[in-house]
């Protein structure tokens, strides 16, 4: 038992350099990250056990976040929100796929934010279930190699008095074009789910919940995150030299559902 720092999907990496951008900066922390572009960051206390094989890795995590993050005095941890993660790894030439099933609780008694306006008196915990994966593959096109991704999860539980049943995915694919002996420049296109929650008043509670992740990953300008959204994104990617990097970013957002919030964090 001990404190870490922990981010869902970095138990392997692949061989090639260029999936294992794509897994660091499209996949990891989607559910649980360090937190780390802050200057305190988020850890875990708790146990973690791994075991690997050439081609296969299983990892289990359970312990508690610490309260971090934005807090200044964010060592303290945070005993009433609890987490569980189990992950099986299965990595090939040219790729990999992962399975994940995580647990979360948070019986901290707060308000919860969501388009109910009676959950502002719900101290009741929250409970969810979220089951998911990743496949990862590499491509080779006429402009030059490149990679699609699929990455998904869906979450049934309690959301407080609530019943709760929500569910992301993303699609991409990169390409990578070759000019000359070295390419410099990836380009990237996909798109983004979350749900929302349609109705307010049909007892039930449908907004993906992305737990403890690390939001600006995904949000550069983290005025939106992943939940109750539609993102089709373009990225472009340059290596300028060995320190240096330059990255352009389109997004169309919209929200799933319209009679669900706008929501944003870090």
Known sequence: VRRSEFADRKETTPKDPALAVTKNTQVAERLIGPFAWTHIGRSIDGATWSKSTPTR????????PTEGVFDLDG???L????VGYLANTKSYT???NRLFVMGYEDT???????NVAATL????GIRLTTLGGHALQALKTP???GDALVWGAVQTGRWGKLRHEASSWTAQVAIRPQFGKKSALSVRGGYYYASGDSDPNNGQHGTFYPMLNTPRLFARTPFFTEANLEDTFISASWKAGSKVSLRADYH???LAKANDLWYQAG
């Open 57 to 64: 890795n299983l990892t289990l995590l359970l312990g508690q």
């Open 75 to 77: 060592n303290r941890s």
């Open 79 to 82: 005993r009433k929100v609890r």
């Open 94 to 96: 040219g790729g990999e």
């Open 108 to 114: 901290r008694g707060l308000a919860k934010t969501d």
């Open 121 to 124: 008196k719900d101290q009741n």
């Open 143 to 145: 402009l030059g190699a």
């Open 252 to 254: 169309w957002l919209r």
